[in-house]
């Protein structure tokens, strides 16, 4: 057993497992070399930033100049949850058909037994928006979004969109970026997606992980050492080194696929004989090409991976980054569930939550665990969990086990290598493939429950639970070797170092047939003669005004947590029935985190529908501002104060939420992700930061000539605050803003601007 490590703050991460090198360094000769030992000239290091793999794949598909990136992708992809929104957007923007590959994907497919029909209807639109504008369509169960994506669509060299944060293909050489669905509207109006120059950071592996360990262990030291610093945020992360070839390609993209958690921008992995043995697997040789970085290659940083060092780990409850080895974990279960435990039940709002009683004489009892999705579901995962279940039982007690295979040529293969019947033997129920694990739609454990799973994620709410029902449970993330250990072990947590198991696993199998014979491919093949096939919930978006002259806002929420996630702006799992229905869907935003927000939101938003109706703002409003007179030409809107909101998922209904309740600005400290400020922008709201804020729910923000600010690209605006009957200037800093953020914004939205390009 290797020696304990430890976390050093020193750098973030785990010592010998994980390092962080927070300054610039080379990649050469095989080895990373901090700057300050290189000894490069000045052209040398000019020469040497150029020889990353990321800078050849943005150079190829930039449309702007070297620091100003205007990507043109060569395809998106969308999931049930995202792309009737985003069709919908593309259409009242003039869209005629998908110039690139769109593929639409249903793996969300979750709700039918919520809101009647509505989950299939969204479906039949889906399938009929693929028919109409030529895009591929992939049915319900079939497969998770970025599995058919990685088996059917990733091409070394190539970079891909998609609407859901974990669009990742690295591990295939392919640059993939995800984004909230107005970014995937400007490609399918064949605009750009714009962004500076992202800084890149080399992950070094060197080393062989050892049987027990597996992909998810790697990710979580990866994500514990990187998130909390923000040490790679918006970053690419470039993975070299010898320690590659050591992993197979399952391995690789359980790693990759995790790289979102630690809020980089994207990632890009050297490819070899393994990647090309995966495209050939499926049909698909022509799309690979050796990806080498060209040595000496300059980084902004590096982190190094030691995979022999890498034990399994656990994430607990209620962020990835949340890690510690389960050795450690195990050495002081209830000090560590006491934090968790604490945070709960802050969320509840009472005592009642509880994970220190999961602890019974010193072992720790766990309720359920799930193998799903793009991280767990893929063929290596599951079958290795299956042979550590092989002969034994996971129990006829509390403790289930549910695996997700992840797309049905994994299932297949699975069940013809007699790795479904063993887990089934087990006691195991082997589902189709899904992301409700993962979002909240699929296996709620029960209340006080404490489920361990190998997903993306576990936040506060993301397992399903309903806090303001009074119902409250938690995930902890771990690999599915270490699950299937623990179901071996009837439930008590237990590593999968401790268990010895068959490691060789049977080839893996593609059949393409199961996609040839069930996939709508239309890309490339638009029909406009057919028609959109409307169910009753879908609706258009409601219309919103330009920015005025001068802007009043009233803070109608503050959230003091230090992270605030998207699933908390607007909670996954069942309102996604409401997908798409702008006006139904909006009912819930911040209904976990600020039950009194919608209708706060509601009646500035009325307040503004008279001041438009009558010319003048209401007497409710001007009683509010004690005697303070905005200017003539001011428009009314809402606000939503926090202090780094956006970790978490793509989703832009966390942005448009708030927009179609009359929202017109989120002010905070920074934004987690670069993703939600765009999807701020994109939705016509203003993305301020400010360095102290000092505000509450009720409070008036007014900013004079704020139009004249945004067109001339002001960074920095001073807004008067009304509070009480008395009034003080604060700074709000706006940040760079692109030439196009600008007009969308002042157009009040992305639809605003596009019309207005298109005359419509």
């Not at 957007?89 to 919520?114: M, Q």
């Not at 002259?549 to 996604?576: A, Q, R």
């Not at 760079?736 to 992305?750: H, Q, V």
Request: aromatic content about 8%.
């Amino acid at each position: 057993m290797a020696a304990r490590a430890r976390c050093d703050p020193r750098n973030g991460g785990y010592s010998g497992m994980v390092k962080l090198i927070k300054k610039g360094v080379y990649y050469t000769e095989g080895r990373i070399v901090k700057e300050a030992q290189a000894f490069f000239t000045s052209d040398k290091k000019e020469a040497a930033v150029k020889n990353t793999l990321s800078y050849a794949i943005l150079k190829a598909h930039n449309a702007g100049d070297e620091e100003n990136l205007r990507i043109r992708f060569d395809a998106i992809a969308s999931h049930d949850i995202t792309y009737v929104g985003i069709i919908q957007t593309a259409k009242a923007s003039g869209l005629k058909e998908f110039p690139i590959p769109y593929t639409l994907t249903n793996c969300h497919n979750s709700l039918c037994a919520v809101g009647g029909t509505i989950n299939e209807d969204d479906h039949v639109f889906g399938l009929s928006a693929a028919k109409k504008y030529g895009g591929d369509y992939v049915p319900a169960h079939i497969a998770v979004i970025h599995q058919y994506m990685r088996e059917c669509a990733a091409k070394c060299g190539a970079m891909i969109l998609g609407s859901d944060s974990h669009t990742r293909y690295g591990a295939l050489g392919t640059m993939a970026v995800g984004e909230g669905g107005p970014e995937l509207v400007k490609q399918l109006l064949r605009q750009t997606y714009d962004v500076k120059r992202p800084p890149v950071i080399a992950v070094y592996l060197k080393g062989k992980l050892r049987k027990g360990v597996g992909p998810q262990d790697v990710a979580l030291a990866l994500v514990k050492a990187t998130f909390a610093s923000g040490f790679v945020k918006n970053k690419i992360l470039e993975f070299v080194g010898p320690g590659i070839a050591n992993l197979s390609m399952d391995y690789r993209i359980g790693i990759d696929v995790m790289t979102t958690e630690t809020t980089c921008l994207s990632s890009i992995w050297e490819t070899d004989e393994k990647t090309q043995e995966y495209f050939r697997i499926h049909g698909r040789e022509g799309d690979y090409k050796k990806l080498t970085v060209t040595q000496p290659a300059y980084y902004d940083g590096a982190v190094v991976i030691d995979l022999s060092r890498v034990e399994p780990m656990i994430a607990l409850p209620f962020h990835p980054s949340n890690a510690y080895t389960i050795r450690e974990f195990l050495e002081n279960p209830v000090e560590l569930l006491k934090k968790a435990e604490e945070q709960g039940r802050k969320l509840k709002g009472d005592d009642s939550f509880t994970l220190t009683d999961k602890v019974k004489d010193g072992k720790v009892h766990v309720d359920q665990g799930v193998i799903a999705g793009c991280a767990g579901g893929g063929y290596e995962n599951v079958a290795e969990a299956a042979e550590i279940l092989r002969g034994r039982s996971v129990g006829t007690g509390e403790f289930a086990l549910s695996v997700y295979p992840a797309s049905q040529p994994v299932y297949k293969a699975l069940t013809e290598g007699g790795y479904v019947g063993t887990l089934m033997e087990a006691g195991a129920v082997v589902k189709t493939a899904f992301c409700g694990p993962c979002f909240g739609a699929g296996d709620v454990p029960a209340n006080n429950g404490l489920s361990i799973r190998h997903t993306t994620r576990n936040f506060e709410n993301r397992e399903g639970s309903k806090p303001a029902a009074g119902q409250l449970a938690a995930v902890a993330l771990m690999d599915a070797r270490s699950i299937a250990a623990t179901a071996a072990n009837g439930g008590v947590l237990t590593s999968a170092l401790d268990y010895e198991y068959n490691k060789r696993i049977k080839k893996y199998k593609y059949d393409g047939k199961i996609y040839e014979n069930r996939v709508y491919h239309g890309a490339g093949k638009p029909d406009p003669s057919a028609e959109l096939v409307y169910g009753p919930n879908i609706a258009d978006w409601p219309e919103q005004i330009a920015l005025g002259k001068n802007l009043l806002m009233k803070v109608v929420s503050v959230l003091t947590d230090p992270v605030t996630t998207t699933d908390e702006l607007i909670p996954s799992g069942e309102t996604s029935s409401y997908r798409s229905n702008p006006m139904k869907l909006a009912e819930f935003a911040l209904s976990r985190k600020d039950p009194g927000y919608v209708a706060r939101a509601k009646a500035v938003a009325a307040e503004e529908k008279t001041r438009r109706e009558a010319g003048t703002l209401p007497e409710s409003v001007l009683a509010g501002l004690g005697g303070f007179v905005p200017e003539e030409g001011t428009i009314y809107g809402s606000v939503v104060v926090s202090n780094k909101p956006g970790d978490g998922s793509a989703r832009e209904q966390a942005a448009s939420c708030q927009r179609v309740l009359g929202g017109v600005a989120n002010i905070c400290r920074e934004y987690a992700t670069k993703r939600y400020r765009s999807n701020l922008i994109n939705w016509g709201m203003l993305p301020f930061t400010a360095a102290k804020i000092d505000l509450s729910v009720g409070d008036y923000v007014y900013i004079p000539n704020i139009a004249d600010a945004v067109a001339t690209g002001e960074e920095r605006v001073v807004a008067t605050v009304i509070s009480g009957g008395k009034t003080r200037d604060v700074a709000l800093e706006l940040g760079a803003l692109t030439d196009d953020e600008r007009k969308i914004l002042l157009a009040g939205c992305l639809i605003n601007y596009n019309k207005e390009k298109a005359g419509l």
